[in-house]
């Protein structure tokens, strides 16, 4: 285990997240003021790392409270609410992935919320959990999640970042050639490394790829050319030293899953997730094949004519397009940014098969 992981278990022995920075909480009849945490959460499940962007959470007396469907949703618990006896069911089998619909955007002014007692039964077992209600929805302790769930809560204290993974995961490491100081998750489409160390190194917007191609190829893909490919660089909105570099092939305009995403911490390359397969890419017959060709605008006036924004109002949107493997198909996402009659502010994805 090397210096940086040995740091996070000792902070996950002592059982806090102490280094965030709260306004003090003012304690009236039945009222909290309660600031939100401005710290990024980061997941690590069997299908990669994700960066939970789009929700909201909020500090309280040095603790981070969060929703628990939020966390469900992450890890693919099963979960839904009893209104006969007001108690949320909690499943830790494995369910689908949730598709998008709405997700109101992260409030990021204090706000006041109320401390509530919630009946949640897991896996038949029940228990009471202690949160706030806040702007109606119920927030819990994280870290009283974490034990009730089998999960693991990490404080990274060089990147300002909380972690949260399975407790019981298992390293594949000892299954290939790859380094020991690199872990190996591997899933349905995929897999994530893991770097224990600084072996390899990018300077964020350097451009400068030759390390990055010669261990994919040495590594990963014996075929691999980053020519092939188009990259993206961006940093985290959250956190601007968490830089991310996108390599994906792209079939004309359009993403293919087949592809890379390095994680880059202080320009050391910390992830390497892996996705697609080279063999898919191809056995495609792009003699065949019919690369749509369709304006952003005629996506966009699609979009109004098919889905309802009449009486909101319009911040933005985004277009996403991408091969979908599995049908086959050229789709793109339209991503509607908007604020409804009643003030509140949220995200559509509309997508439509080209």
């Known amino acids: 285990m090397n210096k940086h992981f040995k740091i996070l278990h000792k902070l996950i022995i002592c059982g806090f997240i102490t280094t965030q ?4 909480i003012t304690i009236g009849a039945s009222t909290f003021h309660i600031t939100p945490n401005k710290y990024p959460i980061i997941t690590k499940t069997k299908y990669g790392i994700t960066e939970l962007n789009n929700i909201s959470t909020y500090s309280i007396n040095n603790k981070t409270y969060i929703k628990l469907r939020d966390i469900a949703n992450a890890f693919h618990f099963k979960i839904e609410w009893d209104n006969s006896n007001k108690a949320i069911l909690l499943s830790l089998e494995e369910n689908d992935k949730n598709s998008l ?22 896996d038949g077992n029940h ?19 974490a034990s009730l769930t089998n999960l693991e809560i990490i404080w990274d204290q060089d990147s300002h970042t909380i972690l949260i993974e399975q407790s019981n995961r298992e390293s594949t490491e000892d299954k290939t050639g790859i380094s ?89 390359v910390k992830t390497i997730k892996c996705t697609g397969n080279r063999n898919m890419i191809e056995n495609l017959n792009m003699d065949q094949m019919k690369i749509p060709n369709i304006s952003n605008e005629k996506l966009w006036e699609k979009t109004l004519l098919e889905h309802q924004y009449t009486n909101c109002i319009i911040k933005g949107y985004n277009i996403i397009r991408y091969y979908d493997e599995d049908s086959s198909k050229f789709k793109a996402d339209v991503v509607v940014n908007f604020i409804d009659p009643n003030g509140y502010e949220g995200a559509n994805r509309h997508t439509f098969v080209l």
Not at 21 to 24: A, D, E, L, S
């Open 21 to 24: 920075i709260y306004t003090p």
């Open 101 to 122: 619909s709405i997700n109101l955007t992260k409030n990021n002014t204090s706000i006041e919320g109320t401390p509530t007692n919630q009946d949640i039964i897991i």
């Open 127 to 145: 228990e009471v959990l202690a949160g706030y209600n806040i702007n109606g929805y119920t927030y819990f302790p994280i870290r009283d999640i």
């Open 180 to 268: 020991e100081t690199v872990d190996i998750i591997e899933y349905d489409n995929g897999k994530d490394l893991i770097f224990n160390d600084n072996n390899l190194m990018y300077i964020p917007e350097s451009k400068q790829y030759d390390s990055i191609e010669k261990y994919i190829k040495q590594n990963i893909d014996p075929q691999f050319k980053i020519d092939d490919f188009i990259i993206t660089e961006y940093s985290s909105t959250i956190t601007p030293s968490i830089h991310y570099l996108d390599i994906y092939y792209y079939l004309g305009d359009y993403k293919t899953n087949f592809g890379y995403q390095l994680t880059i911490i202080q320009k050391y």
